[in-house]
């Protein structure tokens, strides 16, 4: 855009536009000097690290329940840390906490909009989170009475200006972590519902989060449609580390249990490994044959295998370190949306555009 | 007026990122040899705590059912 050269504004004008320059020169050469860095430490393959650890033998994994009561298809689930319930959402607006032991249903909440995209269990087991369409993330108490309405007790505590993509209590029932459509990550007080920090630097819908392993300290990682993972501070709300491999959204974000890692799963139908401390991606799970998009990638309790739920309605199981595909599970029959592996990992759950959940174990 | 609003704006992004990349330069980071050897280490340590690779009784794995079903 260019305005009429008015002498008295020419120096006014030249200004800016010599700073954009001067400021566009230096971006280039520190993503090149990034770039450089991070590529002097690419000294091995992770795989080849691995070569000498033992391959994994056959796996047989089945579906050992399945819940059956949802309308429409389950977008998210998560599990309660006394490894036995589970709460689920679905397009039909309707959020459901299941025992998956007996495969009964406990409590259903109906939410006042349909795709209802994030559900969160709290870490006390007497609240859930949720939120989609309607921008926010509300919490629940979960009441022993099963004839108590839930809805009346609800806490509305994030306010968006997009659809909410996904929600995560911390440590405790007191803070949330919520990302949104709206292209940013933020930090909540349940009680009150005051914004604590946010989180700006995605150029496009958030669609995932996950945060540190309470030993690793304070950070959370989300990967959105911007195909770049960022890794951020909770205290200070800055972006520490940024990742942009991927050649589509990502979906998913998972880390690895020693915290020093993270999964992502992407619409470019793969998987992949970034190392934090080596600053880079460090093994891609891919296959020819696997074409569709992953929704959602969880760890096994030891990191040596990832789960992807696949939008080809399977599930692929991946060696972490050698790369390689250790098994592909059947079951579901439409996408599969959401997977979660259990907190004493004896099983994982997945949820699926066919109404269903699986427990498999 | 519109021209100068939009470049200085233009600018303040531009100096935003400039800033987010120093902070990203300037971080410390580890040559993968040493960080996968941390990996495959951990892995191996937690090997055994792992139900799904280590393979857990049927009787104490509450998802695998005790009994056989018998088709009548």
């Keep these: ?361 | 007026m519109s021209g100068k609003t939009c470049s200085s704006n233009s600018v303040i992004q531009a100096q935003k990122l400039v800033d987010q990349l120093r902070v990203e330069a300037d971080m410390e980071r580890m040559k993968i040899s040493l960080t996968a050897a941390d990996l495959v280490r951990y892995c191996q340590e937690q090997r055994r705590h792992d139900p799904l690779l280590a393979g857990i009784a049927a009787s104490s794995n509450p998802f695998k059912d005790k009994k056989s079903c018998v088709l009548l």
């Excluded at chain 1, 589970?86 to 349909?114: L, R, Y």
Aim: proline share 2%; net charge negative.
């Design chain 1, 1 to 361: 855009m260019r305005s009429p050269r008015v002498p008295e504004m020419a120096t006014q004008e030249v200004q800016p536009n010599e700073t954009l320059t001067h400021l566009k020169t230096e971006s280039d050469t520190l993503k090149t000097k990034l770039e450089e860095e991070r590529a002097k430490l690419h000294d091995v393959e992770l795989h080849q690290v691995a070569e000498k650890v033992d391959g994994l033998g056959q796996f047989i994994m089945k579906t050992r329940r399945t819940l059956k009561g949802h309308g429409n298809k389950v977008l998210c689930m998560d599990w309660c840390k006394d490894k036995r319930r589970i709460v689920s959402s679905s397009q039909d607006g309707k959020v459901i906490v299941w025992d998956a032991f007996t495969t009964n249903k406990e409590h259903a909440v109906t939410m006042p909009c349909t795709w209802v995209m994030a559900c969160a269990y709290a870490p006390s087991g007497c609240a859930v989170a949720c939120g989609g369409l309607d921008n926010k993330c509300s919490v629940y108490p979960l009441s022993l009475d099963k004839n108590e309405n839930l809805a009346a007790k609800k806490k509305s505590v994030a306010m968006h200006t997009n659809y909410l993509s996904a929600c995560s209590f911390t440590n405790s029932d007191m803070q949330i972590l919520t990302s949104s459509g709206d292209g940013t990550c933020a930090l909540w007080d349940v009680e009150s519902g005051q914004l604590l920090q946010s989180f700006h630097g995605h150029a496009a819908d958030v669609l995932c989060l996950d945060l540190a392993p309470s030993e690793t300290g304070n950070t959370f990682v989300s990967g959105g449609c911007d195909k770049k993972a960022n890794v951020w501070d909770m205290r200070s709300g800055q972006c520490i580390q940024s990742f942009e491999t991927h050649e589509s959204d990502i979906n998913s974000v998972r880390y690895y249990p020693s915290g020093d890692a993270f999964a992502s799963g992407s619409d470019d139908a793969t998987c992949r490994l970034y190392d934090l401390r080596a600053d880079r991606e460090v093994a891609i799970y891919s296959k020819e044959s696997i074409i569709f998009g992953v929704s959602s990638v969880d760890f096994s309790l030891s990191g040596r295998l990832l789960f992807g739920g696949y939008n080809d309605y399977t599930i692929n199981v991946w060696d972490v370190l050698k790369g390689t595909r250790v098994s592909i599970l059947f079951g579901h029959e439409n996408r599969v949306s959401t997977l979660r592996v259990s907190p004493d990992g004896t099983a994982f759950c997945t949820g699926s555009w066919d109404h269903t959940l699986r427990v498999w174990a």
